[in-house]
């Protein structure tokens, strides 16, 4: 995804908050660049929500146990 306007970062953030998520399952972000990386990164502090560059990382993540 690209870098995203404050509206949306916002919304994002409340989206994938603790308090926005079904603590049953993980959210991975696949991103293409570093910027988007950072940006999704600061954008959530749950540890159910993480970005990644590689996909099979992101797809190996998902499948780890909770």
Known sequence: M?????EVVNAFSKM?????MNADGRVAILV???LS????QRISDNP???SFN???EA???LAEPI
Request: hydrophobic share 40%; charged share 25%.
């Open 2 to 6: 690209p870098p995203q306007s404050a």
């Open 16 to 20: 994938t908050s603790a308090d926005g």
């Open 32 to 34: 293409s660049g570093m």
């Open 37 to 40: 990386k950072l940006q999704a």
């Open 48 to 50: 159910l929500v993480k």
């Open 54 to 56: 590689d996909e099979a």
């Open 59 to 61: 797809r190996a993540w």
